[in-house]
């Protein structure tokens, strides 16, 4: 498979770390700063089809959303035409490191990014996580792997927590996403921050700090 496309795999190892959410809002955020961009949508549970086909016929969601599965070899020969003119395609993996489409997306990906909740059990779920992604760094070389703090809260256990995130391995990426009604709200309407107007300014501007990121890692 031949491409200048990079690929991105969201994966977490339970749900509620708001690993879908951070897919849709960061193939947004991509797609605001200028590229085209795809997801792939490898969960059973299809939530980020779902949330594409929410949006109104004359807004659609601003990246190109389909469903796919199997393995390594399936998914490889399935992205071939769709990594075609697209700079970034983001991988919503199932909500568990066992399943075998999760570890299809890391043996392809580009990076890997684990969103945490700053809560002491998605840290430990966050552990196995960066256990996995480190195994498969061994393997694919281009993969890199980065945390990324999601659903922040502004309270004394969540600073606790993100400081015992930077013992990790893996880098802490500076970019959290606190929690916030507009990424809720997004959901619902299919659509991302960017398309709420001035309400959601400050997730916007999260969101957009998050593309940039990710674009001057895979740079």
Not at 7 to 32: E, Y
Not at 56 to 76: E, I, Q, Y
Request: hydrophobic share 45%; charged share 20%.
């Amino acid at each position: 498979m031949i491409r200048h496309c990079k690929l991105i795999a969201l994966i977490s190892q339970k749900g509620g770390a708001g690993k879908t959410t951070v897919t849709m809002q960061l193939a947004a955020g991509l797609a605001a700063r200028g590229h085209v961009v795809g997801v792939v949508d490898l969960d059973p549970q299809e939530s980020a089809l779902r949330w594409a086909e929410s949006a109104l016929p004359d807004k659609p969601f601003p990246a190109t959303v389909v469903p796919m599965a199997g393995d390594v070899d399936a998914l490889r020969e399935a992205l071939n035409d769709f990594v075609r003119k697209r700079d970034f395609v983001l991988f919503d993996c199932p909500p568990s490191i066992e399943h075998p489409h999760a570890l299809a997306a890391l043996q392809l990906a580009d990076l890997a990014v684990v969103p945490v909740v700053p809560s002491p059990p998605d840290l430990w779920s966050a552990r196995a996580v960066e256990r996995l992604i480190l195994q498969q760094m061994d393997r694919n070389r281009a993969l890199k792997g980065i945390l990324l703090p999601n659903r922040v809260q502004r309270t004394a256990l969540s600073g606790t927590v993100l400081e015992v995130m930077r013992d990790f391995t893996l880098p802490v990426l500076d970019t959290p996403l606190y929690q916030r009604n507009a990424y809720a709200q997004s959901a619902v309407t299919g659509s991302s921050v960017f398309q709420l107007g001035r309400a959601a300014e400050a997730a916007q501007q999260e969101v957009d700090r998050l593309a940039a990121a990710v674009t001057e890692l895979l740079s």
